[in-house]
């Protein structure tokens, strides 16, 4: 807290770049203070898996709230029912709309529902999936907030689709160490959910590379660093 309060005497701190960009005065001094992952926990949980090994398990973890795009992957997967795969949803609520989304796009009998886990068993079952989504849309309540989900979901290795809300595009590089696409784009979704499916050895790559960039950068050590980097300029 103490260096927070540093950097706000130095100029004006914000969670992402947007907010900085729309709610500053021209001239001003910024600081974007990212929040960090939980990288010495993401390295020793071990992955626990929900399917066999040759069924690809997407997973959404969250909750059902507009601002999530949950309607858009269930939209997104229900145009690409050929592929084979299995979605696992870890909700903290909205279980009910849930429900009556997956029936709506025919795809209950495709999905694996859990609710309500502990921080750790999420992260557990993060890492024994094979894609993790992030598909928010772009609206004033992802567009200013850190994506933190995003970050963690790299921290666990497991290949990650994201919507280009926010600052996911720091985080996730198509053709690096993920996929973005456009926020509230189904089609553009599920083109990105198939080639990851098809594409084993991509996952593999992507996934790898999100960790260790994670590792690189975003680990709380690494936050305290940059924090401390700022106290020592003011």
Request: glycine content about 8%; aromatic content about 8%.
């Amino acid at each position: 807290l103490e260096f927070r309060r540093v950097l706000f005497r130095s100029g004006v701190t914000g969670p992402c770049s947007a907010l900085l960009r729309d709610y500053t005065k021209t001239g001003q001094s910024t600081h974007i203070l990212y929040g960090g992952a939980p990288i010495e926990r993401l390295c020793v949980i071990q992955p626990k898996r929900l399917t066999s090994e040759e069924i690809p398990l997407i997973v959404y973890a969250g909750n059902g709230r507009y601002y999530q795009g949950i309607d858009d992957l269930l939209a997104s997967l229900s145009t690409i029912k050929e592929e084979q795969w299995k979605l696992l949803l870890i909700l903290s609520s909205d279980e009910q709309g849930i429900d009556i989304l997956l029936k709506k796009y025919g795809i209950k009998e495709r999905c694996i529902l859990r609710s309500k886990l502990p921080q750790d068993d999420v992260f557990s079952l993060v890492k024994g999936s094979d894609i993790a989504i992030v598909p928010r849309p772009d609206v004033p309540v992802t567009r200013y907030a850190f994506p933190s989900k995003l970050v963690e979901y790299l921290g666990t290795g497991t290949a990650v689709i994201s919507t280009d809300v926010s600052d996911a595009k720091i985080f996730v590089k198509t053709g690096e160490t993920g996929w973005l696409v456009p926020p509230s784009d189904p089609q553009k979704l599920a083109e990105a959910i198939r080639d990851a499916l098809q594409h084993p050895e991509k996952r593999q790559k992507y996934g790898n590379r999100g960790r260790e960039f994670v590792k690189e950068n975003m680990g709380w050590n690494k936050i305290i660093a940059k924090l401390q980097i700022g106290r020592a300029h003011v």
